[in-house]
């Protein structure tokens, strides 16, 4: 299984950007789906997670202001980020939690990082 996280760039306070994540591969199925960020010289953090028919998570920094959800095909789900802050520029990395036969109980997988740069 492979993700693919696009939809990063540079964008002024204030404004917007999508992110989408593409899971691919065969035989799987995903439970949770999600989104981490790492900024320059700061810890990976949480920034929301979407699992089944749950509420979806949000730290607290970006509650109101971004919105996860799930395409229409299983495989893929977004970050919706609106009203960005400098404080929102970092790496965003996505991640899924997914069972495969290979891996019944599951294991997380994750894409390679995608850029977002929020200038004042």
């Known amino acids: 299984v492979q993700l693919q996280a696009s939809g990063g760039g540079l964008v002024r306070a204030g404004g917007s950007l999508r992110l989408a994540c593409t899971a691919s591969?065969?035989?799987?199925?995903?439970?949770?789906v999600g989104w981490y960020r790492q900024a320059s010289g700061m810890q990976r953090e949480l920034v929301a997670r979407?699992?089944?028919?749950?509420?979806?998570d949000y730290a607290n920094s970006v509650k109101g202001r971004f919105t996860i959800s799930s395409g229409n095909t299983e495989n893929i789900w977004y970050l919706q980020m609106d009203a960005l802050e400098p404080d929102d520029t970092a790496v965003y990395y996505c991640?899924?939690?997914?069972?495969?036969?290979?891996?019944?109980?599951?294991?997380?997988?994750w894409g390679k990082g995608t850029l977002v740069t929020v200038s004042s």
């Open positions: 991640y899924a939690d997914i069972i495969t036969l290979r891996s019944p109980l599951g294991m997380t997988y």
């Open positions: 591969g065969s035989s799987f199925i995903i439970n949770t």
């Open positions: 979407l699992s089944g028919d749950s509420d979806p």
